[in-house]
T-cell receptor, first 115, second 113 residues
Framework: KQEVTQIPAALSVPEGENLVLNCSFT??????LQWFRQDPGKGLTSLLL?????REQTSGRLNASLDKSSGRSTLYIAASQPGDSATYLC??????????????FGKGTKLTVNP | DTGVSQDPRHKITKRGQNVTFRCDPI?????LYWYRQTLGQGPEFLTYFQNEAQLEKSRLLSDRFSAERPKGSFSTLEIQRTEQGDSAMYLC???????????FGPGTRLTVL
């Protein structure tokens, strides 16, 4: 059974700091990995999707890396802003060839960026 | 089409009542997923459809839960004889087949009194 763990559970940083969020998964046979952002009481917004054959993806101030063999991914946020405050969720998909099955999520990291 | 929509956004019901939620996916997406999220937890998979076919159901989806996607477009999730433990955020997502990534709706917050 796939299990996804996110560390730390919560993180508070001053504005402008660079930070790293960690995600680990127990079964390395994944199809892809997604990072999401969730604001309180809201749905999920997809940030980055990394296919199993890729090592990293970048979007603006965000960079996500994937080390499938060790079962780890990191989300790097550069020059953090108060607007980045949210819960960040990591999710992996175990898909068959060309397939797309359910996402298995971690519990998330709650990020607070202080002005 | 501005994204995945869900209705209602909030639902308060008494224990034992039936409730139904609706999800409208992004129009060209053939896959539709339902997840449930409780406070402090990540979303948990409930079921998914490819077009109108329900391809996978979680063991979390007890006999009181049923989901349909009759024409391969919108989907409904019904919970019969609600229990307090059903209180959660119910999230719908859609995607194209092939692992292109899910787009989530805003969720329906269910409170069972």
């Amino acid at each position: 059974k796939q299990e996804v763990t996110q560390i730390p559970a919560a993180l508070s940083v001053p504005e402008g700091e660079n930070l790293v969020l960690n995600c680990s998964f127990t079964d390395s046979a994944i199809y892809n990995l997604q990072w999401f952002r969730q604001d309180p009481g809201k749905g999920l917004t997809s940030l980055l999707l990394i296919q199993s054959s890729q090592r990293e993806q970048t979007s603006g101030r965000l960079n996500a890396s994937l080390d499938k063999s060790s079962g780890r991914s990191t989300l790097y946020i550069a020059a953090s802003q108060p607007g980045d405050s949210a819960t960040y969720l990591c999710a992996v998909r175990k898909g068959t060839q060309g397939g797309s099955e359910k996402l298995v999520f971690g519990k998330g990291t709650k990020l607070t960026v202080n002005p | 089409d501005t994204g995945v929509s869900q209705d209602p956004r909030h639902k308060i019901t008494k224990r034992g009542q039936n409730v139904t939620f609706r999800c409208d996916p992004i129009s060209e997406h053939n896959r539709l997923y339902w997840y449930r999220q409780t406070l402090g937890q990540g979303p948990e998979f409930l079921t998914y459809f490819q077009n109108e076919a329900q391809l996978e159901k979680s063991r979390l989806l007890s006999d009181r839960f049923s989901a349909e996607r009759p024409k391969g477009s919108f989907s409904t999730l019904e919970i019969q004889r609600t229990e307090q433990g059903d209180s959660a955020m119910y999230l719908c997502a859609s995607s194209l087949a092939g692992g292109a990534g899910e787009f989530f709706g805003p969720g329906t917050r269910l409170t069972v009194l």
